[in-house]
């Protein structure tokens, strides 16, 4: 079934701008998230894209936190391979371009009005189906990467697995980062439900690379059943130190009973480095011998906005619960500074605000909160009285992240840091309020994602 706004706008003119587009995007369908893949699939059928393999491989990589650091590293690794590639992630954090990059480099404006344009078709043809903001977005990369198909394609999935629209291409290897609790609205909080949800991307017989040592016991069942590969952090792969000189030891090659491989002295990507393990591992299972040099120059050089990224005394990081947060104050805490650490918090209202302020707590001084427009919104006020019932120090409530971002730029130590977190749109709005003319000195300092001292 379609809505009205999607039979009016089926009537209309297709857009001309990928800035309209997104607008007719999202005001097409009224809920953001519809689980689910015959739909998508169908449309996906239409278009041909199963007429032929996607690329000449295919990695998906589904998780509660970690995916878009294993996904970069992944990138990295298989350019310093030689390989061509193709990278879909979400969401973005300034421009939508950030969710499909083609060998390494985001896709022009063009390439995303022509995959619109080919899934909107596509969506007509016959009875007109109902799409997402994110299933569209989804089939207008895989279009794009299907016109001309790489050595290398590497899938992030957008919530959960199983019925999730990048579900539908099935993987050469399938990757399950990690598993929390995240998005309980539609995966409620049943640790092994979620667990077999993200372990929905697997497939009978093929390599399942299982990059965390906490899944819960059904991510492993799932894999049993299906038949699939399972090679797992700690078992089959390892990593062994903790910073600069790390080693990897592995499965080589697709074969379960292969040789070991091993690779030593590997620099510290400033991402974690049980993901950056599981990249290695990911990448050997689909075909690629690995190369010692290629594997230290990929790692030395990868870069993820958002992920403790450091701008001057800024650090951004987009995680939104618990355990993306624990992780995060852990490495605040390890690299202490002499002045204090000012959180500027703003969440969406269907996240574990209180969770993500428990994990925090112990790395923060001082919290300044902002509000999140758009349906999903939390305002400023909400998080000042969740962390002021915890007895936590709210020195001021902003109504956005920049207006929050000001305030604090003015009333900044020279010793203090901020952290920046909560959400991709903090971020992403944090980001741009750095760019901006009135913070043009910020430009000059870091702005990688390595986690350098401020």
């Not at 992630?89 to 060998?103: A, C, F, I, M, Q």
């Amino acid at each position: 079934m379609t809505s009205g706004a999607e039979r009016a706008m089926s009537e209309s003119p297709l857009p001309t701008t990928l800035d309209a587009w997104l607008a007719r995007l999202e005001a097409a369908h009224p809920v953001g998230i519809d689980l689910g893949l015959a739909r998508v699939a169908e449309v996906a059928r239409r278009m041909a894209l199963f007429a032929r393999p996607l690329a000449g491989r295919v990695i998906t990589v589904a998780g509660t936190n970690g995916k878009g650091s294993t996904v970069a590293m992944l990138e990295a690794l298989a350019h310093a391979h030689g390989l061509t590639t193709a990278t879909y992630t979400s969401p973005h954090l300034v421009r939508y371009n950030e969710r499909l990059h083609l060998d390494g480099e985001e896709a022009d404006d063009a390439t995303l009005i022509d995959g619109f344009r080919a899934v909107e078709h596509a969506r007509q043809a016959g009875e007109t189906i109902s799409l997402t903001y994110f299933e569209v977005g989804t089939l207008a990369a895989l279009w794009a990467i299907s016109r001309r198909p790489r050595d290398l394609a590497i899938l992030e999935v957008g919530l959960g697995g199983r019925l999730d629209a990048v579900n539908i291409i099935d993987p050469d290897v399938a990757v399950v980062t990690t598993v929390a609790q995240d998005h309980a609205a539609f995966l409620g909080t049943d640790l092994a439900q979620i667990g077999r949800e993200k372990a929905g991307i697997l497939r009978p017989g093929r390599p399942a690379v299982l990059g965390s040592r906490a899944l819960p016991a059904s991510v492993r069942e799932v894999a049993d059943s299906l038949g699939a590969r399972v090679h797992a952090l700690g078992e089959a792969f390892t990593r062994e130190g903790a910073a600069e000189g790390w080693c990897w030891r592995g499965v080589a090659g697709s074969d379960p009973s292969g040789d070991d491989a091993a690779i030593s002295d590997l620099p510290d990507p400033g991402l974690p480095l049980d993901n950056a393990a599981t990249a290695l591992q990911a990448l050997s299972l689909s075909g690629v011998t690995l190369d010692t040099d290629a594997c230290r120059r990929a790692l030395a050089r990868v870069r993820l906005p958002g992920r403790m990224q450091w701008r001057g005394q800024w650090c951004l990081d987009v995680g939104h619960n618990p355990h993306a947060a624990a992780y995060l104050a852990g490495r605040l805490q390890d690299r202490p500074c002499r002045g204090r650490t000012l959180a500027l918090l703003a969440m969406q209202g269907d996240k574990d605000a209180d969770g993500v302020i428990a994990a925090l707590a112990p790395a923060v001084d001082g919290w300044v909160t902002a509000g999140l427009e758009g349906e999903r919104g939390r305002g400023a006020d909400d998080l000042a009285r969740r962390l002021d019932e915890r007895g936590e120090h709210v020195l001021q409530r902003a109504a956005s992240p920049a207006a929050a971002a000001d305030w604090l730029a003015a009333r900044l130590g020279a010793e203090d840091r901020v952290l920046v977190c909560g959400s991709f749109l903090t971020v992403g709005a944090v980001l741009q309020w750095l760019a901006g003319p009135v913070q043009s000195g910020q430009t000059d300092t870091d702005d990688s994602s390595r986690e350098v001292a401020p």
